[in-house]
Structure formats: structure tokens, C-alpha cells
T-cell receptor, first 113, second 109 residues
Framework: EPEVTQTPSHQVTQMGQEVILRCVPI?????FYWYRQILGQKVEFLVS????????KSEIFDDQFSVERPDGSNFTLKIRSTKLEDSAMYFC???????????FGSGTRLTVV | QKEVEQNSGPLSVPEGAIASLNCTYS??????FFWYRQYSGKSPELIMS????GDKEDGRFTAQLNKASQYVSLLIRDSQPSDSATYLC?????????FGIGTKLQVIP
């Protein structure tokens, strides 16, 4: 069963530091996403990426956030200057096309201290 | 604002019973509807997709869609303790998928 791979599984960082979360989507998927889930809350949309550009982003995805697909396989989420409220589980997801269900990665638990 | 509403629960059912999970959505343009299962501390796992009105069965799971009422449901027959998890309703109109808060299901042995 193809899977979406995320690294690291857990990252602890100091407030104000930059973090990069990494994802390898399923190889024949064309649409890529980042979501986050604060403990006990909804899975919230951050950004969608298609054809090497952002197709949609949420209000959460401000100037502190960026995404890249640097080499055709990895898909990264960068947070430039982390805040305490960025502490959450971050999920990468991919799918074959619009209307299809997502396959999620196992997530990165980000703890900002 | 596109909303997906679910009762957060917990919904407790005895082992072997039918669990019924419900969801409503606000965007009439929604085209695809999903149920995900999420165990505590884990990522969501897709268990059912439904695209047209009516019922869709897969093993012990049946998804039901009524677009006129903007209502999606999931029935789990012969519930097992291993079904204890949070069930997320998710909806898309070919852009991003929007998730509900999830209903926590507890199956009591």
C-alpha cells in the first residue's frame, strides 16, 4: 500500500526558531496539502499545492509559512519564526485528483517552547 | 464559510450493536463526501467515499448521502471495540477538503 511519509515524527523547538517539516507524497499523486490539528480541535486546512504552485491557502497560512517542492519528490512546510500557538500536529496529505480522498502521512508533532 | 457539523460525542454503543454517525454540511456545491477514522494521536485514515445520493456499503460500513438535506451518515454494523475512535466527516467541492470536528465513538465490550 503506497504511503505518504513525514519526517520528523516529533520536533521540539524554541519560540522564534525556524522549522522545516518534510513530506514525501505518493508518487503518482498530483495534489498536495498541509493540514494541522491542535489537540482536541478540528483538522484545519493550511495550504494546497498543485503544478508547483500554491493553489489555495487559509488565513492561518500567513507570511511566516511557506511551502516548497524542491526536487520533485519532497514537499516541505517551513515556519520561519515559530510561536507557542503553532504547537500542533501537522499532517501532509496527497491525492490523485480533485474530488478524490486524501491519503495522510503519519504527522509531525510540533512543540514550541 | 463552508462548514461541516458533527456531534462531538462521545457516542457509546455496546459491542455488536449498530453505531450511527451523522454529519451536515453547508456548501450545496459539495461533490465528494468522505468518512475518516482517527485513532488518538494518529493521522486520519480514509474508510468511505460517497459521491451520489443513496447508500454505499463496504463490509460493516454503510455511508448514506442525501444532498437535498445536505446530510451524510455512517453506519457501523456489528461494532467492535477496535472501532473505538473519532470519526471525521469530510466534504469537498473539488478544492480543499473541509473536516468536521469528529464524533468520538466508544464501543463497550
Amino acid at each position: 500500500e503506497p504511503e505518504v511519509t513525514q519526517t520528523p515524527s516529533h520536533q521540539v523547538t524554541q519560540m522564534g526558531q525556524e522549522v522545516i517539516l518534510r513530506c514525501v507524497p505518493i508518487s503518482n499523486h498530483l495534489y498536495f496539502y498541509w493540514y494541522r490539528q491542535i489537540l482536541g480541535q478540528k483538522v484545519e486546512f493550511l495550504v494546497s499545492f498543485y503544478n508547483n504552485e500554491i493553489s489555495e491557502k487559509s488565513e492561518i497560512f500567513d507570511d511566516q509559512f511557506s511551502v516548497e517542492r524542491p526536487d520533485g519528490s519532497n514537499f516541505t512546510l517551513k515556519i520561519r519564526s515559530t510561536k507557542l500557538e503553532d504547537s500542533a500536529m501537522y499532517f501532509c496529505a496527497s491525492r490523485t485528483g480533485p474530488g478524490a480522498g486524501y491519503t495522510f502521512g503519519s504527522g509531525t508533532r510540533l512543540t514550541v517552547v | 464559510q463552508k462548514e461541516v457539523e458533527q456531534n462531538s460525542g462521545p457516542l457509546s454503543v455496546p459491542e455488536g450493536a449498530i453505531a450511527s454517525l451523522n454529519c451536515t454540511y453547508s456548501d450545496r456545491g459539495s461533490q465528494s463526501f468522505f468518512w475518516y477514522r482517527q485513532y488518538s494521536g494518529k493521522s486520519p485514515e480514509l474508510i468511505m467515499s460517497i459521491y451520489s445520493n443513496g447508500d454505499k456499503e463496504d463490509g460493516r460500513f454503510t455511508a448514506q448521502l442525501n444532498k437535498a438535506s445536505q446530510y451524510v451518515s455512517l453506519l457501523i454494523r456489528d461494532s467492535q471495540p477496535s472501532d473505538s475512535a473519532t470519526y471525521l466527516c469530510a466534504v469537498t467541492g473539488y478544492q480543499k477538503v473541509t473536516f468536521g470536528i469528529g464524533t468520538k465513538l466508544q464501543v463497550i465490550p
